[in-house]
């Protein structure tokens, strides 16, 4: 069982920056697609990232792109997310979640394992 537990979240005015990071309590995501969706207050849980944790590529949602950064770092087995440029419509329960077969999905059923989540509220 992976337990995942994300970090970072907070509030912070529009055009400003946030890192989101998610750590992985017992086993490592070698073989892994990591993800981050994220929900607001009465909507669906959308996709925002994925990454591959073995081969490093990624695959964003449009309305993040060119703003919104993943990586990973395999000595703290962690993955991040690192936010910039961040817009009020940004604000939502961020989640990480994994998936063990390796798919840089979109769906949400694609993953097995999810974090708590952690709230990001963009001021305007």
């Given at each position: 069982?992976?337990?995942?537990?994300?970090?970072?979240?907070?509030?912070?005015?529009?055009?400003?920056s946030l890192r989101l990071s998610c750590a992985?309590?017992?086993?490592?995501?070698?073989?892994?697609?990591?993800?981050?969706?994220?929900?607001?207050?009465?909507?669906?849980?959308?996709?925002?990232?994925?990454?591959?944790?073995?081969?490093?590529?990624?695959?964003?949602?449009?309305?993040?792109?060119?703003?919104?950064?993943?990586?990973?770092?395999?000595?703290?087995?962690?993955?991040?997310?690192?936010?910039?440029?961040?817009?009020?419509?940004?604000?939502?329960?961020?989640?990480?979640?994994?998936?063990?077969?390796?798919?840089?999905?979109?769906?949400?059923?694609?993953?097995?394992?999810?974090?708590?989540?952690?709230?990001?509220?963009?001021?305007?």
């Amino acid at each position: 069982q992976v337990q995942l537990v994300e970090s970072g979240g907070g509030l912070v005015q529009a055009g400003g920056s946030l890192r989101l990071s998610c750590a992985a309590s017992e086993r490592t995501f070698s073989n892994y697609a990591l993800g981050w969706f994220r929900q607001a207050p009465g909507k669906e849980r959308e996709f925002v990232a994925a990454i591959n944790y073995r081969y490093g590529s990624t695959y964003y949602a449009e309305s993040v792109k060119g703003r919104f950064a993943i990586s990973r770092d395999n000595a703290k087995n962690t993955v991040s997310l690192q936010m910039n440029s961040l817009k009020p419509e940004d604000t939502a329960v961020y989640y990480c979640a994994a998936d063990p077969n390796g798919r840089l999905g979109r769906l949400p059923v694609n993953y097995v394992y999810w974090g708590q989540g952690t709230q990001v509220t963009v001021s305007s």
